[in-house]
Each structure stands twice: as structure tokens, then as C-alpha cells.
């Protein structure tokens, strides 16, 4: 004698898969499959707004020591104007008392321009070399935040995707594509830019 009913479960599992279907089986998996589609792209967009970021810290990092290292040149032409004055009122106070001031002071102060003249060269130099790095960081910031709003942009959809998923809603699923169309859109925008 059967301990329970035997129930036929090839039947009751066909059965249950035609409901499905007829209930939205099949959109169902049209939702699943745009929302993996979705969230691969957003992971693709997250890596780059990372890498892009840390891209523009490092330039950002190299340009702050290219602005110290103008600095100290600057703080260099300014010690070799010191010394040119120096010289220079060494020499007046030789002349002041009458008495020709050696050649030195004027060879000194000579030196110290020509010397000052370098100095500056290379200061602009570094300050040129900074405000490259600097606006190659603020263009890579700039994609940053493109790359980041498309990863926003594909989040919601995938939120709307869900949402979808659990009421069956096919203005949802819509409105996730049209969402996620938009994050597409801007990340290959970004891409081209």
C-alpha cells in the first residue's frame, strides 16, 4: 500500500511551467538577461572611473611637486637678487666714501643676474610642466565623473530592472531600459571623448 498519493510530477512540473510562461516566464527572463547585461556595463564604467581617479591623483601629485620644485627656484632667483643688491650697495658705499669700488662687486653683480636669468628659465620651466599636469588631472577628473554618472545611471536601471522582476510591471522594465539606454549612451560618449 502507497504511503501517500501518488501524484504524477512530470505532469504537475509541465503544468507549472506553462503557468510560469503564461504568467511572464519568458519576461521574466527578458529582464534577467537586460539587468546582467546592465550591471556588467556598470562594473565595466565603475573600473574605469577608479582608474581615472587615480589617474588624476597621481598627475595632480606630480604637479604639486613640480609647483615645490618651481618654488625653491624661485626662493634661489630671489637669494642670487639679494646678493646682487648686496654687491651692489657695497659697491655705492665705496663710492660714497670717494674711493673707486673694486671690480669684484661689479663682476658679482654681473654673475648673479646672468645666474638669475637661468633661475627664472627653469622656474617657468617647472611651472609650465605643472600646468600641464595639472589640466591633464582636471580633464581625467572631468571623465571621472562621466564614467561615475553612468554608473548611476545603470544602478537606477538595474534597481528599475528589479522592480520589474517582482510586479512584472512592463512599464518598469521600460523604464529600466530607457535608464539604462541613457548609461550606455553617456559611457560611450565618455569613451569617445
Known sequence: MPEGPEVETERLHEAIHEELEREGGAFLKRIALTT?????LAAIASLYAGATVNEALVLKTEATRLQAEASDQ???YQAKGIKAAVAEASATSWLAIGKPAPTEFAENQKRY???QKEIEEKAREKEHQRDEKSAEADHLLHRHHLFADTVALLQVSIALGAVAALTR???AWLASMAVGLGGIGLM????LK
Open 36 to 40: 546582467a547585461i546592465l550591471a556588467a
Open 74 to 76: 624661485w626662493a634661489y
Open 113 to 115: 643676474k646672468t645666474e
Open 169 to 171: 510591471s512592463r512599464f
Open 188 to 191: 560611450a560618449y565618455t569613451f
